[in-house]
């Protein structure tokens, strides 16, 4: 299994910006696919975003596109979600992610396919 740990979560206001990062153990951190879900409270967990091994191709839930952006370092063994004009909603518990068995590499986005998984950063964002 691969650890993570995610870092960056905050009180913001809305429209403003947030990054959070995650940082993976493990020597095969490129073989996995990284995704971001969230959970807030009383809400089951939703995905947000995810990305390949490579980083060429990326998925996002519709009430996140063209406002996130998720990236990865294979170098440093780190996915980064970039977060932009938020809104109240987007107020939860934000959870990094690995799956680890994605045939093909290919985006799953239901959080059963996700192996191991971080604490959890949280992000508030006031109206």
């Known amino acids: 299994q691969v650890q993570l740990v995610e870092s960056g979560g905050g009180l913001v206001q809305a429209g403003d910006s947030l990054r959070l990062s995650c940082a993976a153990s493990?020597?095969?951190?490129?073989?996995?696919?990284m995704g971001w879900f969230r959970q807030a409270p009383g809400k089951e967990r939703e995905f947000v975003a995810a990305?390949?091994?490579?980083?060429?191709?990326?998925s996002y839930a519709d009430s996140v596109k063209g406002r996130f952006t998720i990236s990865r370092d294979n170098a440093k063994n780190t996915v980064d979600l970039e977060m932009k004009s938020l809104k109240p909603e987007d107020t939860a518990i934000y959870y990094c992610?690995?799956?680890?068995?994605?045939?093909?590499?290919?985006?799953?986005?239901?959080?059963?396919?996700?192996?191991?998984w971080g604490q959890g950063t949280q992000v508030t964002v006031s109206s």
């Open positions: 992610a690995a799956d680890i068995t994605s045939l093909m590499g290919l985006i799953r986005t239901s959080r059963y396919a996700y192996e191991s």
């Open positions: 493990g020597r095969t951190f490129n073989r996995y696919i």
């Open positions: 990305v390949t091994w490579s980083g060429d191709k990326s």
